[in-house]
C-alpha cells in the first residue's frame, strides 16, 4: 500500500525559511518524476515544483529562486527547501508524483506572517 507523509510545516515570519519533507513508502520513487504541490484557502492546488530522476529542477514563478526541491532516493524522500518566504505561500502543502497519480497525502500546513 502506497503511503505519502508530507511533514516541516509551520508558523514562519516573512523572510523565514522552513524545510518540508516527504517521505514515501510502498512504492520506490526511482523512477518517478516528484513534484510539491499547494493549496491556498479558496484556490485550487497548483504544482510548485518538481524534481525528475535526474534531478532537473522546476519550478513555478512565484517561487523561484526561493525554493528548492530536491530527492533521496535512498530514503525514498523528496525536500522543499524554503527561503525567503511571503505570507502568499501560506497554503498546504502536499507531495505527489509530477503527475499526482499516487495517493494524496494529508499535506503540511505553511503559514506565513507578514
Known amino acids: 500500500q502506497v503511503q505519502v507523509v508530507e511533514s516541516g510545516g509551520g508558523l514562519g515570519q516573512a523572510g523565514g525559511s522552513l524545510r518540508l519533507s516527504c517521505a514515501v513508502s510502498g512504492i520506490f520513487l526511482n523512477f518517478a518524476e516528484m513534484a510539491w504541490y499547494r493549496q491556498a484557502p479558496g484556490k485550487q492546488r497548483e504544482l510548485v515544483a518538481s524534481v525528475t530522476t535526474r534531478h532537473s529542477t522546476n519550478y513555478v514563478e512565484s517561487v523561484k529562486g526561493r525554493f528548492t526541491i530536491s530527492r533521496d532516493n535512498a530514503k525514498n524522500t523528496v525536500y522543499l527547501q524554503m527561503n525567503n518566504l511571503k505570507p502568499e505561500d501560506t497554503a498546504l502543502y502536499y507531495c505527489?508524483?509530477?503527475?499526482?497519480?499516487?495517493?494524496w497525502g494529508q499535506g503540511t500546513q505553511v503559514t506565513v506572517s507578514s
Open positions: 505527489n508524483s509530477a503527475s499526482g497519480r499516487l495517493p
